[in-house]
């Protein structure tokens, strides 16, 4: 039996997280979350006070760390929850023992490359505009964009460190986008798409890989004919093969 908490298990992907691993043998799972998640123990509190959620972290063997503000532009909030707390929940981690922190990253680790052509025309949905060929965007570069994308960067090398200090397994997962509909809604999402099944999969993968697997950073799209970054990488380290395609379900 793996221990699981997962942090922010009330949003999008932790409550996809949430109902696909309930399904599943092998998994008992802990929220810590800011308001109750029905039939999960759920520990309530606010990830920017250290000392209030490290009780959530004993006897746990991974933490998926979801919890995060995505929508603000003020400063102070994504300094609150993506720069703190982020540091809360793996100074928490490490106080209690914890194996392994699968964290949240996201693809605005590298969405600045969207400024710059050909990225720019695929993101727009430009296509006779596209090279036949161009680079795929590698899971070690960084172009962030915005604030969030900066924050998300910080948490990716945050994890570095404390799994190069304290020999904690820290695996970052570069989230493309992921709708509540489950299909794209705009023409961007050609490229970045993450179905509900594929954003599980690579979680779910990240979880159970091998503990000597100390830090990485993994793409995370479906399989989109218009993608620009390279999900290979995450193929050869967790076995991340996606199931769905933009393509297969873009309406507009």
Known sequence: MTNVLITGMSGLIGGLLKDDLIDR??????????????GIKTYQEDISDLDSIIPAFKK?????????????????DHLTTNVIGTYNV????????????????????????????????????EYDDVPNSYPLIRHDQIHPSGIYGVTKV?????????????????????IGSVTSVNRPVQPRHRSVYLS?????????????????LMYDIFFATSN?????????????????????????????
């Open 25 to 38: 043998e092998g998994y008992h799972l802990t929220a810590l979350n800011r308001r109750t998640v029905p």
């Open 154 to 174: 910080w948490g990716e090398a945050l994890g570095r460190h404390f799994s190069d200090r304290y020999g904690i397994s820290v695996l970052c997962v570069r």
């Open 90 to 125: 793996y100074e928490a981690a490490r106080i209690s023992g914890v194996k392994r922190v699968v964290y949240a990253s996201s693809g605005m680790a590298v969405g600045g490359v969207e400024l710059n052509s050909p990225y720019r025309e695929i993101s727009q949905g």
């Open 224 to 252: 989109n004919k218009w993608t620009y970054r390279d999900i290979s990488h995450s193929e050869k380290g967790v076995g991340f093969v996606p199931e769905d395609s933009a393509d297969d379900c873009f309406e507009l």
């Open 60 to 76: 746990q063997d991974v933490v998926v760390h979801l919890a995060a503000n995505l929508g603000s532009d003020k400063f102070v």
């Open 196 to 212: 509900h099944k594929d954003v599980c999969q690579i979680l779910r993968l990240c979880i159970d890989a091998p503990l000597h």
